[in-house]
DNA sequence: CCTTGACTTTGAGCGCGCTCGAAGATGTAC
DNA sequence: GTACATCTTCGAGCGCGCTCAAAGTCAAGG
């Protein structure tokens, strides 16, 4: 996370105006530092910076807004299984076709047959 | 995946000039559905276009270019299990908050003592 | 014939999330 | 004392991946 990057989202209003040592530079506290770190973990799985600030401004408003907070944190926990869900597609998808590279280079190195079998492979289709 | 999506990804040439009819409208064969496909997964789970056309271009030229594109997949493989990894962290840091949304909802239904504990809960800080 | 609607082309525009640059104040090291 | 780095503010700019608008062509239906 870059000095820009923090300034960037202390103008949006995802952190509160930080203390300031006496010369004016900014002093993150351990609590700046854990929200930062939770922030972070958002961004990191594509949490909109829309719905962050959304929860930013509900957590300045105390307890009252649990349930508005807790939906949001469910949606993009919703949201993360589905990502998990798409990742481990195409992980698994990407299992099989590097496999099948590994067999043409196989076939180019034992100069075998140079017309490709017609890729039946995956069962997702695989088109190379 | 838009019209105006399709238009895009030929453009940047992640797609050949597809097949057209008479009158000039395109035709997409099942062989252009699969590679649609596979490009759709691989966006789906982040590849960059820039990568997407490297490989496209690659797999114009035949076999010869096996050994780079199982490194590109190889890549974007790892990167998907990163990807898996942060959001199975973060997966999991939202069950802990949630739950602690939870009991915070409870308090106030029963009226109870109102400052809330000062959030002892998870290891990842949980800022609330 | 005329409308409607789906396609075509081209280039421009947009939303997101940073990212940077300039100009100035202050701190630390030699 | 004088570099030099590091912070400050501010607004502008950028890269990515679409997304859209405008203007035109064609095909079928009423």
Redesign the interface.
Known sequence: MTAHTLRYYERVGLIQPVGRARNGHRRYSL?D???L??LH??R??SMPIRAMQRYAEL?ELG??T??E??KI??D??AA??A??D??????S???H??AN??K??Q??RIGGP?T?EPEVDCT?????
Chains 1, 2 share one sequence.
């Open positions: 609590a530092e854990a929200w770190h939770f973990c958002m990191a799985t957590r307890d009252s649990s349930l907070r807790r944190l469910e993009h926990q993360i299984a990502q998990i798409e990742l481990q597609k195409a992980h998808l990407l299992t076709k590097i590279y590994r043409i280079e076939r180019i140079q490709a997702l289709a695989s088109a190379s």
